[in-house]
């Protein structure tokens, strides 16, 4: 059971679900003859109708452009059908639980080839990440307050959460977030207790065996003391807008999985439904490919990467310092609370960012740490563009301004111009 489940429903292994099933796919993948795999290929772009070599007007897409890492070289892929499973912007924020490539590469890829845009700003922060200046981004699993875990202030002991929920620790995780950085800020702490302690230890070492391994080797025993946590980052709820067949508003474009919006998980995602949401619309946009597959036309020719008027770029510390200031100023004017002001500071600075990483781009030669850095602006851009346009707080986004829930509820899409 987690939080915000009524019931014990959640299919897991152990403390380590997500690293289980990604490795089950990636060996299924690897073993199908008929998939052919590109590692160390980072995607810059759609192709598009305007990249055809003849312009047709189509609006469709083509393919994708894709930088090989290893030569520098820029690929054009063509395909009759191109699926985005790129998962989500984590990485806008400065802690976050996800990886170091979730920097909503397909969101923004999406957004600049035309598709529809919808509920960015409902971005999840997970209660309970590991507060250890030298480890980041370790998570400690929801599971923990589910199997018993009690959120306690450090100074006082204190078990909080009655405070503000009535479900307690088992509250969503929106609700828990809002609490702990709400107890944070209040009394001046780093960070707060979660405790198990009053399990038995072999109960505990048999639910959580790998966090417990690695709090043991950073000098924490989960099973004799409480670990010191924080909220984080941890699911972009909001995407590119698809239906149940997983196809965009573009043709030939499909998506599936984080960097979507599907309607699934509505303005609060459940713990572990991301997993499933990945199972089934990608299982969907397969088959809606195979059944439409003898309409889909071919790809035309399209115009290869030119690279003719870009050099090697002579600042790479100007990527470093944008990527720093933008997860930064996310953390801390669009996170957990927020405030129309503050939405606006961080937009400012949107706004003069995007002339100094489009004029980068315009001038040198792409890496992975450069198309990372666009799309990572672009994500940011759209998170606080639908944050403002949302004038009330519900799931996710709670803005200090507009406390009240209205009683209808509506999507926040943006439409490219």
């Known amino acids: 059971r987690e939080g ?41 772009d759609l192709i598009t109708g305007r990249h055809e070599v003849k312009y047709s007007g189509s609006g469709r897409v083509w393919g994708v452009y894709a930088l090989d ?65 030298e480890v980041k981004n370790f998570l400690i699993t929801e599971a923990v307050r589910g199997e018993g875990g009690h959120l306690k202030h450090p100074a006082t002991g204190e078990r909080f959460m009655a405070r503000y929920d009535e479900r307690l ?28 302690s009053h399990q038995p230890a072999d109960f505990v070492r048999a639910h959580f065996p790998m966090i417990n391994e690695k709090l043991l080797s950073l000098g924490i025993d989960m099973t004799k003391e409480p670990i010191p ?16 067949a997983g196809r965009t508003d573009l043709p030939g474009l ?21 997993l499933l949401e990945c199972f089934v619309f990608g299982e969907a946009a397969a088959a809606d490919i195979l059944d439409c597959w003898d309409s889909f036309e071919n790809p035309p020719p399209v115009r290869l990467w030119d690279s003719s008027r870009v050099e090697d770029s002579d600042e790479a510390v100007v990527i470093k310092q944008n990527w720093t200031e933008i997860r930064r100023f996310m953390w801390n004017y669009v996170g957990i609370v927020r405030t129309t002001k503050r939405l606006e500071r961080a937009q400012h600075r949107i706004r003069l960012l995007e002339e100094e990483i489009s004029e980068y781009y315009r001038h040198f030669r792409v890496g992975t740490d450069l198309i990372e850095l666009r799309n990572l602006l672009a994500s940011a851009d ?36």
């Open 169 to 196: 620790e088992l509250a969503p995780r929106d609700v828990v977030a809002r609490a702990i950085d709400d107890q944070i800020k209040r009394h001046g702490l780093d960070y707060v207790h979660l405790d198990i």
């Open 254 to 274: 499909y998506a599936a999985g984080e960097c979507t919006e599907s309607g699934l998980h509505g303005a609060n995602r459940l713990a572990s439904n991301s």
């Open 382 to 417: 759209l998170i606080v563009r639908c944050a403002l346009r949302r004038r009330e707080s519900r799931g996710l986004h709670y803005t200090l301004d507009y406390p009240q829930t209205l009683p209808e509820a509506k999507d926040t899409v943006l439409v490219p111009r």
């Open 69 to 133: 890492e290893e030569t520098g070289e820029v690929e054009a892929h063509s395909a009759r059908a191109t699926v985005l499973a790129t998962g989500g912007a984590g990485r806008v924020y400065q802690f976050s639980t996800a990886p170091r490539g979730a920097t909503g590469d397909g969101i923004a890829m999406a957004w600049r080839a035309g598709a529809q845009v919808a509920n960015m700003e409902m971005m999840q922060f997970h209660p309970t990440c590991l507060y250890n200046l």
């Open 229 to 244: 946590v924080v909220p984080a980052q941890h699911y972009t709820c909001g995407g590119v807008m698809i239906d149940l």
């Open 4 to 44: 915000g489940h009524s019931h014990r429903r959640i299919v897991h292994v152990n403390d380590a679900t997500g690293w289980a099933v990604q490795s089950a796919l990636l060996e299924a993948a690897e073993a199908n003859p008929n998939i052919t795999l590109l590692p160390g290929r980072a995607a810059i």
